[in-house]
């Protein structure tokens, strides 16, 4: 899994390279796809147990939508929920963008997204159980004035078709424990617009580990 979220990182470091006014939403999921499968530093990409998920305009109200041949707006955001993987270890993350300078309301938005992950992975401890990740999470957004409903993550590792969740864990009682890995799905979804961004995590001895390389 480390090695998957090195690839990860190309990925969407890829998506900044090619995302532009007029290309089209298959044209920038094919050059994923590549970096996904050719890798970075040696490591080699494998199949994903799910296709990319993107949404722009306002498809990005809903999640786990996949791609068009639309071409992109200026003036709009558009989310990428892709997952790496190496020898079937998968390494989820998300990141949205914006093209051109973004509302006032998405930067509100993002302040609020980031503010919660923070709180979550502070309680992302060995001997805390799921649900206190959760809380936290909810409890930041909330008094903000926001809500999400859906949960805020699940277990992952080893995965195949159709889903890189490993459907063992969730925002429940399960007791974070060493060595456990974990997606943290963070984000806020609206009636014609969203903010996603999560990151994939490992539980370590007195703190969580995480790592954001892609701004």
């Given at each position: 899994m480390r090695a998957a979220e090195k690839i990860a990182t190309a990925m969407h470091q890829r998506v900044i390279e090619v995302l532009r006014p007029g290309v089209k939403q298959s044209e920038v999921v094919a050059e994923i796809y590549d970096t996904?499968?050719?890798g970075v530093d040696g490591i080699w990409?494998?199949?994903s147990a799910a296709v990319p998920m993107i949404g722009a305009g306002?498809?990005?109200?809903?999640?786990?939508?996949?791609?068009?041949d639309r071409e992109l707006r200026s003036g709009g955001s558009i989310f990428f929920e892709l997952a790496s993987v190496h020898k079937l270890y998968h390494y989820p993350l998300s990141r949205t963008f914006y093209?051109?300078?973004?509302?006032q309301k998405f930067a509100d938005a993002?302040?609020?997204?980031?503010?919660?992950?923070?709180a979550g992975l502070k309680k992302a401890l060995p001997g805390n159980v799921c649900?206190?990740?959760?809380?936290?999470?909810?409890g930041v957004i909330e008094r903000h004035g926001q809500r999400k409903p859906s949960r805020t993550g699940y277990s992952i590792g080893l995965a195949y078709p159709p889903d890189w969740g490993e459907n063992s864990a969730s925002c429940d009682r399960t007791e974070s424990r060493l060595g456990m890995t974990f997606h943290f799905m963070s984000g806020l979804w609206f009636g014609d617009w969203a903010t996603e961004i999560t990151?994939?995590?490992l539980i370590r001895d007195g703190q969580s580990a995480w790592r954001t390389r892609v701004n």
């Open positions: 996904a499968t050719r990409g494998d199949y306002i498809d990005a109200s809903a999640p786990r939508l996949t791609w068009s093209l051109g300078k973004p509302d993002e302040k609020v997204v980031l503010e919660g992950m923070g649900e206190d990740v959760a809380q936290s999470y909810y990151e994939s995590i």
